[in-house]
């Protein structure tokens, strides 16, 4: 029996960790395609983008910001390009949504419920701030709620994976999403094969514990049978035992630093470091990695040549 498949993503960005925190977070669209391009050469089948304003990093929904990398990455490599929806807790859904509609890309990520999605906690550390917003933006979640209402979700599913084709990487961040995931799924909104992200250690969300991951496992197993596959992420110190374990338990793995800064004890140095980290540990497992072509097999995509960019 031949080994099976593992699917790396890797979110080069994202929207929580700001330029102050480390030299090395891509910032402009240069930067972010040079990063992604390189993370694929390592093994990623999937990149998980952001946008960030180029002239102070600060996380943007500008489609045209994201117009600015998008058709490099996709020139220079054959990795499935998954956009966010998530945005910021920040921004509207309008804005959330602007770029994918523009790019109708063959994957974008769907919170998949509204929640406390805290970040003031990174202000306990000291730090030289490079910019104004920065410590701004992580306060404001102290008292803002990022927003998926149930009206919200459904026209994601309408607009963006009805009316582009697109399908999704699902971010549950505790039980009960999957529940909401299951509600869509007997309402016919969506259906299989579903790619279940289970996000750990954001607070507001379930915590970075083994435990959680089994009953996250156990709990999918029972709403979605052999219908879904799933993989994991986790933020901060805790992202690589968490995502290894999951490896072992038959899952999918999600590296990056919009997850961690962190390639071991030191900051790492760009993302591909990341995936070649998570590949030694699929390799020690008898893991193979999935290329981009059994990824989009395994999850049904639409493929690269009928994107908008």
């Not at 969300?205 to 029972?222: E, F, S, W």
């Not at 052999?226 to 035992?241: E, N």
């Not at 590296?255 to 030191?266: A, T």
Request: proline share 6%.
């Amino acid at each position: 029996m031949a080994p099976r498949k593992v699917i790396i993503t890797c979110a080069v960005t994202g929207s929580v960790h700001t330029p102050s925190m480390s030299p090395h977070l891509p910032v402009t669209p240069d930067q972010i395609a040079t990063e992604a391009i390189a993370a694929a050469e390592a093994g990623a089948s999937i990149l998980h983008l952001h946008a960030r304003d180029p002239r102070d990093g600060r996380p943007t929904a500008d489609p045209d910001v994201f117009m600015q990398f998008l058709p490099r990455i996709k020139q220079a490599t054959d990795a499935v390009i998954n956009i966010t929806t998530g945005g910021s807790s920040l921004m509207t859904l309008d804005q959330r949504l602007a770029a994918p509609l523009r790019a109708a890309p063959e994957m974008c990520s769907l919170n998949m419920g509204s929640m406390n999605f805290a970040l003031f906690p990174m202000l306990d550390r000291p730090r030289q701030w490079q910019y104004e917003w920065e410590p701004k933006l992580l306060e404001a979640t102290r008292d803002t709620i990022f927003k998926n209402t149930f009206a919200d979700m459904e026209t994601v599913l309408e607009r963006l994976g009805k009316g582009c084709g697109t399908r999704f990487e699902f971010e549950c961040y505790d039980v009960g999403h999957l529940y909401s995931l299951a509600h869509f799924r007997d309402r016919g909104l969506v259906s299989g094969p579903l790619f279940i992200q289970f996000v750990f250690g954001i607070l507001g969300g379930i915590g970075a514990d083994p435990d959680n991951l089994v009953h996250m496992k156990r709990i999918a197993d029972k709403l979605f049978g052999d219908s879904y596959q799933f993989s994991a992420l986790t933020a901060g110190r805790h992202q690589m035992p968490m995502i290894s374990i999951a490896a072992a338990m038959g899952g999918n793995v999600r590296v990056g630093l919009e997850d961690s800064l962190y390639d071991g004890r030191q900051l790492a140095k760009s993302n591909a470091d990341q995936v070649r980290r998570i590949r030694s540990v699929l390799d020690g497992l008898s893991l193979d990695v999935a290329t981009p072509t059994e990824a989009r097999e395994m999850l049904a995509l639409k493929g690269g040549d009928r994107v908008a960019f």
